[in-house]
């Protein structure tokens, strides 16, 4: 389109104070190329009036804004003008609130804040949505648990159609199999009986699922949309077209053969899965001779918070085992229940049952640590405890003892296999072979027909769970559109695993409803551009391939990369990854950033710093700060990126060669608890980073000059300080000498 340019500066929030108004207009005008009088301010540009002035001249044809106001972080419906490049240029929280007001230094920190704000406009062009032809807004639900069967629920009452997969021959997963459950009800004394089979009812009811019982997900291919799912079962096999997927595939028993020293296998330890069974079938019995058992031992932790076992908690266990021993005290009211524990975690209306159990004669609970179990004859045992409340170590009898075990989420398997597989591969093709001949491989979930392999890739230490990214988003994996529910995201409690699958429905219904609209899912989940290379000077160099957070880029047959565009993020890790910089979105490209890095004022007697801030963490610690009044250097230019992951070198290079005396790389904390919200973008930009040595010793600059910072958005009161004493880090180092040129 034509462009028609429109520049508005807001007076309030002490811009006004802080900087002269006429100077900054008339800088504007001069990169704007308009008329001095043409760039418009207001008071209070946010206010009924000064939007209006805005939308009048939109009215009259201008069709590119430059807002000089607040941070783009608020205000954001009031700044939206559909049809028209909007670009916000942050005064406020940039330059009102963080300098010195009325200085030189000041003054040329907000003309340089609107000059580069002007040429993104100038560069970038209108986003338009890409939209896909023949898109299915179904929901696939993998798993018939409680999750599963809740999931395709609230999906299918949201007017959703759902396909709910479940490989045994029945629905219900666990929760079938338990005899009672915990009290749902005050005053929490009597225990439930299990809701899951109205549950089952409901779904096989609903004219809106369709069930599928005894059958595996074979194959998934394609993207959100656009999911072709093959299904396999009862001798016949199926392919349907879905929207996006919910994966509610459970868990499994800890391995308690692992257990011995814990008892397990002997006859009378048995685990809290097998207790369940046992109470369902009418009786608590020793499994040695059948006879009732009357004083029952319940052991805590049973392979949980053990660093040689499952290093965390599993949830439920607290809960199960206080309920298993009100089983024992119904079945008898001579029988003695005792839980022996590390702590007791029963959340929320839980403390209230647990209460209720502590006022039982015949439950005795202890905190200890068991350190083994003896045998006392006549198939009794005694378990054997230290650092209890008592301070001594105790040993009891008991004629059958529990083992709370914990979970393993059904992620698990496949993905130890996969990476017990990739490690093989890289000690070449014969350990490979031998890898696949000596492992059994596990059932895989999803089967998904990505470079990057079958199945959902778990975070560093997650122990197998298929969470994304736990600090900030719920539900969302790694593979856009499918999302991940109940123990495969975490362990949780049945009730906790309700609800989850009601907030993975609802980010699955988001999902099929954003690529409807050509918008990017979470957390762009306003963004309508996409990345559009220019693939003739393509090399098939498949580093955008490889570093894709999401398998959004796939391979043609001859090697050269195509976009799955729905699976995209929108993070422009593969724009920072391309030696030939060709991947560009609308508004956001290599060369708009390096063009307004090469518009900064470069002044042989001041310093200049640029910021590149990721605008998920960095950009509001910045923020924040700045409502603190906490001063930055003038010498400093904030851009905001994407992602630290869209960091291409060659910007580097920009600002030292055109006189930057200084850079920083400003992104979010990455490694086994990173929280990047592209997931890998800090930690590909720590690895770009490596070889920025090497270009500034190009350069025949120092090191020094550029450094990257990890921060959290909690660090805002720490992060001005960061940022000033690098910039007297670089002020010891001296000028660029490149400004000399």
């Known amino acids: 389109m034509e462009k028609k340019f429109g520049v508005y500066i807001c007076k309030g929030c002490n811009i006004a104070e802080t900087v002269d108004i006429e100077k900054l207009k008339k800088s504007a005008s001069i990169a704007a190329k308009i008329p001095a009088d043409s760039v418009r301010e207001h008071q209070i540009l946010c206010s009924p009036e000064g939007l209006e002035l805005i939308k009048n001249d939109v009215s009259a044809g201008t069709n590119t804004l430059i807002i000089g106001a607040c941070s783009p972080r608020v205000k954001f419906e009031e700044f939206d003008f559909p049809g028209a490049i909007v670009e916000r240029v942050n005064l406020r929280e940039f330059v009102s609130w963080t300098s010195d007001p009325m200085t030189e230094a000041t003054q040329t920190l907000a003309d340089d804040y609107m000059k580069m704000g002007i040429i993104k406009t100038q560069k970038g ?21 409680i999750t599963g069967l809740t999931a395709a629920l609230e999906a299918a009452n949201a007017g959703y159609q759902v396909t709910l997969v479940e490989k045994e021959a029945e629905l219900g997963g666990w929760s079938a199999k338990l005899y009672k459950e915990a009290p749902r009800a005050y005053p929490y004394e009597k ?13 096989e009811a609903h004219s809106g699922i369709k069930v599928y019982k005894s059958t595996m997900v074979e194959k998934t291919d394609g993207q959100p949309g656009l999911f072709d799912v093959t299904l396999t079962g009862n001798g016949s096999t199926e392919t349907i077209k879905i929207g996006a997927i919910v994966m509610a595939a459970g868990w499994t028993p800890y391995d308690a053969t692992k257990l011995g020293h814990l008892g397990y296998g002997h006859p009378n330890v048995i685990t809290n899965v097998q207790m369940e069974e046992m109470a369902k079938k009418g009786g608590i019995v020793r499994p040695s001779d059948g006879k009732p058992a009357m004083k029952v031992a319940f052991i805590q932790c049973a392979g949980s918070r053990d660093a040689n076992h499952l290093p965390y908690c599993s949830s439920f266990c607290c809960a199960t085992s206080l309920k298993q021993a009100k089983y024992v005290r119904e079945k008898s009211a001579d029988a003695i229940a005792m839980i022996f524990y590390k702590d007791i975690r029963t959340p929320g209306q839980s403390e209230l049952f647990y209460k209720n159990m502590q006022n039982d004669p015949g439950v005795l609970l202890t905190k200890g640590d068991v350190t083994g179990i003896a045998d006392a004859g006549n198939g009794n045992l005694f378990v054997e405890a230290e650092n209890t409340l008592l301070g001594e170590k105790i040993s009891v009898e008991a004629d059958l003892v529990v083992l709370a075990t914990g979970i393993v989420p059904a992620t698990r398997a496949p993905q130890e296999y996969l990476d017990g597989l990739s490690e093989a591969g890289k000690k070449g093709d014969d350990a490979k072979k031998a890898y696949l001949e000596e492992t059994a491989k596990p059932d895989y979930i999803l089967n998904l027909g990505y470079r990057q392999g079958p199945e959902i890739p778990t975070l560093e230490g997650a122990y197998g769970f ?31 695993a309700a609800q989850d699958a009601s907030g993975a429905a609802l980010k699955a219904i988001q999902c099929v409803e954003h690529v409807a609209k050509g918008i990017a899912v979470h957390p762009r989940a306003w963004d309508v551009t996409y990345p559009d290379p220019m693939m003739i000077r393509c090399t098939s160099c498949k580093r955008c391939t490889e570093e894709c ?61 640029i910021v590149l801030a990721c605008e998920n963490d960095a950009c509001p610690a910045l923020d924040s700060a700045a409502i603190k009044r906490m001063k930055l250097n003038p010498a400093v230019r904030i851009i905001p990126v994407r992602c630290l992951g869209s960091t291409n070198l060659v910007w580097v290079t920009d600002a030292f060669s055109t006189g930057i005396d200084g850079m920083i790389l400003l992104g979010c904390k990455y490694g086994e608890n990173y929280q990047c919200h592209f997931v890998k973008g800090s930690e590909l930009a720590n ?29 805002y009161d720490k992060l001005p300080q960061m940022i000033n004493d690098f910039v007297e880090r670089v002020e010891e180092i001296g000028p660029n000498p490149f400004k000399e040129f």
């Open 191 to 203: 225990l439930d009986e299990p809701m899951i089979f109205d549950t089952i009812r409901e779904v």
């Open 549 to 609: 957070p999401f398998g959004a880029i796939d391979e043609d047959e001859k090697g050269t990369p195509f976009y799955r565009i729905n699976r995209c993020r929108r993070c422009g890790t593969c724009m920072g990854a391309c030696p030939e910089r060709i991947v560009a979105f609308k508004d956001f490209s290599v060369d708009i950033v390096g063009s307004m890095i090469k518009g900064v004022d470069i002044n042989e007697d001041d310093f200049r710093i």
């Open 125 to 145: 062009s209108l986003p338009e949505p890409n939209i896909l032809p023949d898109l299915s807004n179904s929901i696939l639900v993998i798993g018939g648990g």
């Open 687 to 715: 690895y770009r980073f490596s070889k920025v040595k090497e270009t500034l010793d190009k350069l025949q600059l120092e090191s020094d000059r550029c450094q990257l910072m990890q921060v959290s958005i909690s660090d």
């Open 466 to 496: 298929a969470d994304s990214n736990f600090i900030c988003f719920q539900y969302e994996t790694r593979r856009t559109g499918i999302y991940s529910a109940g123990c495969v995201r975490q362990p949780m409690n049945m009730s906790e």
